[in-house]
């Protein structure tokens, strides 16, 4: 057991009278305060130094931070200090928006799980570019995943994509489309055929766009998705989102597992990799693919690389390992993505 688990973690399990999204709160903004001395320490001990290079980008290492965690930027400078090789901040929505009711965010120790039904809480496109231009590069190359607002209506959904676009783009080394939350009432429809070519035709530009998709769809849908992707220039593959089934829930945490929306961590795994072992196969390793679900040691994250995972991204097990599990997961060296010569 490390340092972290035994000793921080139960403490931030109690932040909040155990409220997991205080918990959040208290996390990032202690993170978005440490001084630049405490985070070059930070660096030194965790970060991983093996290149590899996907869709175009250059990593440091091939394990990132999944969207959710950091939605608005709040912390930035301190992700590569933890040892992450790339930051995905979002969802970010064209419209600001306070996300669904609280509680939100429920924690399933006995699972290592956890289920959000946060529904894209953030200050919007256009704050988030303010502090990404004020920011300035951090160091590591950073994803910008894009959402629906609740209030636009699904026939506008490409407009509304298009604008946060147009404000993020130029910060973004890659952008991340979510069409796959399980928590915005009729998103998930956007992965259908004729959605998502329309939104691919209006954003796939300068910069990579990849497509986040659900772990719940039949392989058939996921097929016509992926074909769409190929033909309309989406640079790869984020696999995968929560999902609602409740499969793999623990006996001790059956009574948390009635709570609506997406399912993340431990009982995610093998999901995960299945689906992301199908993109592979089915694109011909023409898609790069980021894997993400369920990564809880470094075994999770080399049996990503073995199915096909370019790179990997961690959320529910950072919080549950913390920054040991980044170092660990990014000594597991990628076999489809490309090493970079020192």
Same mark, same amino acid.
């Given at each position: ?152 209506? *699904?026939? !506008?959904?490409?407009?509304?994509? @298009?604008?946060?676009?147009? &404000?993020? +783009?130029?910060? =973004?080394?890659? %952008? /991340? ?39 719940? *769809?039949? !392989?058939?849908?996921?097929?016509? @998705?992926?074909?769409?992707? &190929?033909? +309309?220039?989406? =640079?790869?593959? %984020? /696999? ?41 196969? !089915? ?14 040691? =470094?075994?999770?994250? /080399? ?40």
């Amino acid at each position: 057991m490390t340092l972290f688990e035994s000793a921080v973690r139960p403490v931030l399990f109690r932040v909040g009278g155990g409220d997991a999204e205080k918990a959040h709160e208290f996390t990032l903004n202690r993170l978005a305060k440490l001084p630049g001395p405490v985070r070059a320490a930070m660096k030194a001990r965790y970060a991983v130094d093996a290149p590899v290079e996907a869709f175009g980008v250059r990593f440091p290492n091939a394990v990132g931070l999944a969207a959710g965690m950091d939605k608005n930027g709040l912390a930035l400078p301190a992700w590569p200090a933890l040892g992450f090789g790339f930051v995905e901040v979002g969802t970010v929505t064209a419209h600001a928006q306070p996300g669904n009711d609280k509680p939100r965010l429920f924690r399933l120790r006995d699972s290592e799980a956890i289920i959000n039904r946060m529904g894209f809480n953030n200050a919007g496109a256009a704050a988030l570019a303010d502090r990404l231009e004020q920011l300035g590069p951090i160091g590591v190359p950073l994803g910008v995943s894009l959402g629906k607002s609740k209030v636009t209506p *699904l026939e !506008e959904a490409v407009d509304d994509y @298009l604008t946060s676009h147009k &404000l993020l +783009h130029p910060y =973004a080394d890659y %952008i /991340a489309v979510n069409v796959s939350s399980p928590n915005t009432p009729g998103l998930r429809t956007l992965q259908d055929k004729s959605a998502i070519a329309d939104l691919l035709t209006a954003l796939v530009g300068p910069k990579p766009v990849l497509v986040k998709i659900a772990p719940d *769809l039949t !392989e058939p849908a996921i097929a016509e @998705l992926l074909e769409v992707c &190929l033909s +309309h220039g989406a =640079a790869g593959v %984020i /696999a995968t989102n929560t999902t609602l089934s409740r499969d793999g829930i623990a006996e001790g945490d059956r009574s948390r597992a009635g709570e609506s929306g997406g399912l993340s961590g431990r009982p995610l795994t093998e999901k995960a990799r299945q689906v992301v072992h199908f993109v592979h196969t !089915e694109t011909g390793g023409k898609l790069p693919i980021i894997g993400v679900g369920g990564i809880m040691g =470094a075994d999770d994250a /080399a049996r990503l690389f073995d199915a096909g995972a370019a790179l990997v991204q961690l959320y529910s097990g950072f919080i549950y390992r913390g920054p040991a599990l980044v170092r660990a997961a990014a000594s597991v060296r990628p076999v489809t993505s490309t090493a970079v010569a020192r």
